[in-house]
């Protein structure tokens, strides 16, 4: 069980079948506050590209993608309330929704955290 | 001389890259019959006191509605408009439909969009409204699109007593999308049985009140069937002043109120610019389209203006904003704030109560006449008459005796023979006592 990553900086914790998703750290920090965000509904059925939910921050609003295929079991309602979460605890608290996945391969092209840091320091340069 | 910006080689430059023949290409969406073949005929040149002397000729065939007795509405309402409403509009802080490209700089614009949200909020019973949209029928139609979005469906159903102008305008705006709509066929006895198509599929349903006819609709029942299939209830008002007198939409259970403010502050102007009002319940905000103006407080604590919820909007969200509205109808919508602060809560009260007897009287009076029907039930001040002839002929006729008697119901619901001797007739306060004798005289004497 480890974190997987997409050149997106969403994340992907799978636990048995279930994935659990939000955007990495990095993500937030590039986005600046979140004053929003729009999450899925419970029982949404989800292929891997789609538009899962919608962060809003004071600067933009971005669209994050599924890496998975699935239906979508749970959704974090605090960030209704509590949109800094994401900012405060990306990687944890923060997280979107979970997803239970139909095809765990879809998780094979994603990136380890080491590989994702490479990459993100790529982007920095 | 014309300044011609580009070479005719960088032109066909252009037309290559992007695969085009010729610029004629450019213009096929447009139907062939609405395209000019060849130049107007007029002469090549004229000195400006002859033009000038032509146009003034043509426009004295015109009867205008501010020197006639004029009793025309049908979404289009001549009221009294304060002087004071145009002094203040012409200032020339205030001379632009844009809302700011710095907002936050233009305070006292923002301060008149935002006390301007606030009296559409409170006149529909709403919890929020927008800076404006460009009128009643694209207000409308984002009504729709707006329904649409929030509840994940794709059908909309309408009323068939929706102002016909307001139905086809939604309909070009959802013919690229994957919305629909089901139509509901004119009902000028006023049963229609909107409510047998309400189902989980639909997302909203477009009701106006008071509705096309004049009648005027109790829609709390109506609200409470759609929001048990999880539809919303969408109410369009075109006689914004109707509003100091019946429920308004919001207490009636609307989700939207999609409106025409043109009643207040904006003159007839053969039919535009006007105002759209739209305002929705708190929860729904994110899903609006249009601007919206914020209240906040400075770094020091003092009250100021900003524009908020942008990233909903196309500059910020591009191909996904909730519209691709790209301004409002801001001056406009400041002569809406000037003359209903002026009105107050009870100025908008008595005007409504003084545009409802008048219609009273003048229906008692038309009713009078033999072989005329009155087929309202209830009304505001617009009312729906049976004529014994064709009412556009009766129309034409007292156009020629120099009154504006009303628009013919076959004038927006044409080729249907139901129609034929319907008028639709409006009294507002600025009708006086003698303009009602010479329209009944009159009247009398056509028919």
Not at chain 1, 22 to 44: K, N
Not at chain 2, 54 to 69: D, E, M, Q, T
Not at chain 2, 258 to 282: H, K, N
Not at chain 2, 376 to 392: G, I, K, V
Request: glycine share 8%; hydrophobic share 40%; with cysteine.
């Amino acid at each position: 069980m480890s974190y997987k990553f997409t050149e997106d900086h969403e994340w992907v914790l799978l636990e048995g079948d279930v994935a659990t998703i939000g955007i990495s750290d990095y993500a937030q920090g590039q986005l600046g506050d979140v004053v929003y965000v729009e999450v899925p509904t419970v029982g949404d059925e989800i292929a891997k590209g789609d538009e899962l939910a919608v962060v809003e921050s004071v600067k933009a609003a971005s669209e994050v993608y599924s890496p998975v295929s699935g239906e979508v079991i749970d959704v974090n309602t605090e960030l209704e309330g509590a949109p800094t979460m994401v900012n405060e605890d990306a990687m944890e608290s923060g997280w979107f929704a979970r997803i239970k996945v139909t095809n765990s391969s879809d998780l094979d092209d994603l990136m380890d955290e080491a590989t994702y840091k490479t990459f993100v320091e790529g982007l920095d340069e | 001389m014309r300044y011609m910006p580009h070479t005719a080689a960088e032109r066909e430059e252009m037309l290559t890259k992007i695969g085009v023949g010729s610029i004629d290409d450019l213009f096929t969406d447009i139907p062939e019959e609405s395209r000019l073949e060849g130049l107007l005929d007029l002469p090549l040149h004229e000195s400006e006191m002859v033009v000038e002397k032509n146009f003034r000729k043509l426009a004295a065939k015109n009867l205008s509605p501010y020197s006639v007795p004029c009793f025309l509405g049908a979404g289009a309402y001549q009221h009294h408009v304060p002087s004071v409403a145009d002094h203040i509009i012409q200032r020339s802080e205030f001379l632009t439909a844009y809302t700011p490209y710095q907002p936050e700089i233009s305070q006292g614009t923002l301060q008149a969009l935002f006390e301007f949200q606030t009296q559409v909020a409170l006149i529909t019973g709403m919890e929020v409204a927008n800076a404006s949209m460009y009128d009643g029928a694209t207000s409308c139609a984002e009504a729709v699109l707006m329904a649409c979005r929030v509840t994940r469906r794709k059908k909309a159903v309408i009323s068939g007593n929706l102002h016909p102008h307001y139905r086809d305008v939604t309909h070009t705006t959802l013919q690229f999308t994957e919305f629909e709509t089901i139509d509901l066929p004119p009902a000028v006895s006023g049963a229609e049985r909107v409510d047998d198509h309400i189902t989980s599929e639909i997302a909203c349903v477009v009701a106006q009140n008071p509705d096309f006819f004049g009648r005027l609709h109790d829609l709390s029942a109506l609200a409470e069937e759609c929001h048990a299939a999880g539809t919303l209830l969408v109410v369009v008002v075109n006689e914004v002043v109707s509003l100091g007198a019946i429920t308004s939409p919001g207490e009636m259970g609307a989700d939207i109120v999609a409106g025409e403010g043109q009643s207040i502050g904006v003159p007839l102007s053969f039919g535009g610019p006007y105002v759209g009002l739209l305002a929705t319940r708190q929860k729904f905000v994110r899903q609006m389209p249009g601007r919206l103006c914020g209240q906040t407080v400075d770094q020091d604590g003092k009250r100021g203006f900003v524009l908020t919820l942008s990233t909903r909007e196309q500059h910020i969200r591009r191909e996904k904003a909730t519209s691709n509205i790209c301004t409002n109808a801001g001056l406009c919508s400041l002569a809406f704030t000037i003359h209903m602060s002026l009105l107050g809560e009870s100025g908008l009260t008595k005007l409504a109560s003084l545009n409802h007897s008048q219609a009273v009287t003048l229906a008692e009076k038309l009713e009078a006449i033999d072989g005329v029907d009155l087929l309202n039930d209830s009304f505001f001040n617009e009312f729906t008459l049976r004529l014994p002839m064709n009412a556009a002929s009766a129309v034409e006729k007292l156009g020629e005796k120099g009154i504006l008697g009303g628009v013919p119901v076959s004038r927006l619901i044409p080729d249907d023979p139901e129609m034929a001797n319907l008028l639709l007739v409006a009294a507002t306060e600025t009708c006086s006592a003698s303009d009602m004798d010479d329209f009944v005289a009159t009247l009398k004497e056509v028919l």
